[in-house]
């Protein structure tokens, strides 16, 4: 059994981000109040109270800033604006407002590492070399034959360099043409940039998750990046069909002295008691990174990658990946998800032959005993599916662009079915992406008068990790244990608590002597029970026990 250590200290008010569950609203597709088609802040005002109902403890709102859209939101025009399409600063203070009275903390979505074409800041930077904000974007000289500075790709296709005929230089996008990135080698852009953050911190949020937080620093001799050797090579997920994936990107993110600039805006945040963040990890090395940037108390709070929210899903990988980062992140606090707006819905993803609410329970009930903070994504707590789209309904650049290799991320956008009406109670006008019918027949309205629902499973077990101290703080740590199955202990002070899942449609077997001491706790209800000394496993079951006279993990 593989083990791993853990602070067993008191949690501090200000520290009430360790174990929270924070769930992912993506505004566009929650709930709209003015026939836009198109969701709202009122109308994530209006459902604070079943988000509040879920136990919860934050939200997480995608990007509600002025923006022109390329990227729905990823490319900001103006950090201290609501953009009309979602409504005002007013609406805004409204939700938070409502929120704080509900007990839940709001952390919104900063994308700091690049901004639309359309803000001012580019607009002023792209005329010449010379004025005031010349140097806050990253522009470079062509080469001789006037071919891009090096081989940098842009994650949606195509060169990182895009041309800007006034200055006579290229300018860096790692993401569209559309999205400049900034130049955080430039001490006014961070001096900027930190003042954007600070302006939403007096408004009363809680903190930030912070987009590609491992992009913000580039290496100032634009060295090419070195091919990634072929078996190494991405090729599926949400970088199938994309060359993105043949290169090392040794050069173009993840440098070290994005820790400089984390740093700051650490202790910007350390000015606001409570005040947290969670960073976004896109990165060949991306749990290495996770774990440098948490660990010591002094860049992100918490962290999470995209290495659960991968198409692989087997019990080893899920190990193997958990303990690596545990292994190296000493202090620091993960953040886990297993579904959000870039990826296929787990419900699909991971789905391995499996299409029921008990796997849909099983996920769940997975994500919420992981040690550090889980993210929960809207519908996620339904158990949806990713939608199927046809092409003319696509909006995602990335699917639009990789097509049909890839769809794109629209298919885990669709609104959030409230109920089973043809609108799905979501919008009185054509919302802005269809919604399937499999998620009308899995609407909030539906799911709420099921006491066996997806929707009130995953209600029971946030409140059984609230209850339960070593669920929401303790250490974790591995025993062996047949294919499909994951069986961990979790530990905090005198609580011990074995957890195992059988992550497979067959029936398994989970023997080990540790389980002649284990007392079973119902809560969980997904079938496991202990048999002659072993916990007998139902497909996609689950079981949950008190360790008693444990002597720690081994």
């Known amino acids: ?102 007990g839940l903390k709001v952390l919104i979505d900063k994308v700091l590492s690049h901004t639309s074409n359309q803000h001012a800041w580019f607009q002023e930077s792209r005329q010449d070399r010379t004025n005031p904000k010349a140097d806050w974007y990253v522009w470079a000289d062509p080469k001789a034959d006037g071919t891009p500075p090096n081989n940098w790709l842009s994650v949606f296709g195509g060169s990182a360099w895009a041309w800007g005929p006034r200055r006579g230089q290229y300018y860096l996008h790692n993401f569209l ?21 600070a302006f939403w911190l007096d408004r009363g949020v809680d903190g930030f998750r912070l987009d590609t937080a491992n992009f913000y620093t580039h290496d100032r001799q634009l060295r090419d990046n070195p091919p990634k050797p072929p078996g190494a090579r991405l090729e599926h997920g949400a970088m199938r069909g994309n060359p993105y994936a043949m290169q090392d990107h040794r050069y173009d993110k993840s440098q070290p002295d994005n820790m400089v600039f984390l740093a700051r805006l650490r202790a910007l945040l350390d000015r606001y008691p409570g005040a947290t963040s969670v960073g ?53 606090w993960p953040c886990w998800s297993f579904s959000n707006h870039d990826v296929v819905r787990v419900a699909t993803r991971w789905a391995n032959g499996g299409d029921g609410a008990t796997q849909r329970t099983m996920h769940l009930a997975l994500l919420l005993s992981l040690r550090g903070s889980p993210c929960l994504y809207q519908g996620e707590e339904l158990g949806l599916t990713e939608a199927e789209l046809p092409y003319e309904a696509l909006q995602d650049p990335v699917g639009l662009t990789f097509w049909p290799e890839n769809k794109g991320r629209d298919g885990c956008r669709t609104p959030m079915p409230w109920s089973d009406a043809p609108d799905a109670g979501f919008s009185s006008a054509t919302p802005w992406l269809p919604v399937p019918q499999e998620h009308r027949d899995r609407a909030v309205s539906l799911q709420e008068a099921d006491p066996g629902s997806v929707l009130n499973a995953c209600r029971r077990l946030v409140a059984l990790r609230r209850h339960h101290p070593a669920l929401r703080l303790g250490s974790i740590a591995f025993f062996d244990a047949p294919a499909d199955v994951l069986a961990f202990e979790r530990a905090h002070e005198d609580e011990h608590l074995l957890v195992v899942f059988n992550l497979g449609a067959e029936p398994r077997r989970f023997a080990d002597a540790v389980v002649d001491r ?18 007998e496993l139902p497909g996609y079951g689950a079981f949950l026990g008190t360790l008693k006279n444990s002597e720690g993990a081994r």
């Open 1 to 102: 059994m593989s083990d791993a250590t853990l602070s067993n200290a008191p949690l501090a008010d200000t520290e009430w981000w360790r174990g929270a569950v924070i769930y992912q609203v993506y505004p566009r597709s929650y709930a709209d109040t003015t026939g836009t088609g198109v969701g709202d802040l009122n109308g994530i005002t209006a459902h604070l109270d079943y988000i509040a109902s879920l136990g919860v403890d934050a939200l997480w709102i995608s990007p509600f800033f002025k923006s022109p859209m390329k990227d729905y939101g990823y490319d900001v025009s103006d950090y201290r604006d609501v953009d009309p399409l979602f409504g005002s600063l007013n609406d805004f203070d409204h939700l938070v407002a409502r929120a704080h009275e509900l």
């Open 177 to 197: 043409p559309e999205q400049p990135d900034l130049n955080f080698w430039t001490e006014g852009t961070v001096d900027a940039i930190l003042a954007e953050c």
């Open 280 to 332: 976004e990890v896109s990165d060949d090395n991306a749990l290495i990174t996770a774990a440098t940037y948490t660990r010591g108390g002094k860049h992100l709070h918490m962290a999470y990658t995209f290495d659960l929210l991968a198409e692989e899903c087997d019990a080893a990988y899920i190990r193997e990946r958990i303990t690596f980062l545990e292994d190296h992140i000493e202090d620091g």
């Open 518 to 535: 284990c007392v079973p706790v119902n809560e969980l209800d997904l079938g496991g029970v202990i048999g002659e000394g072993a916990v």
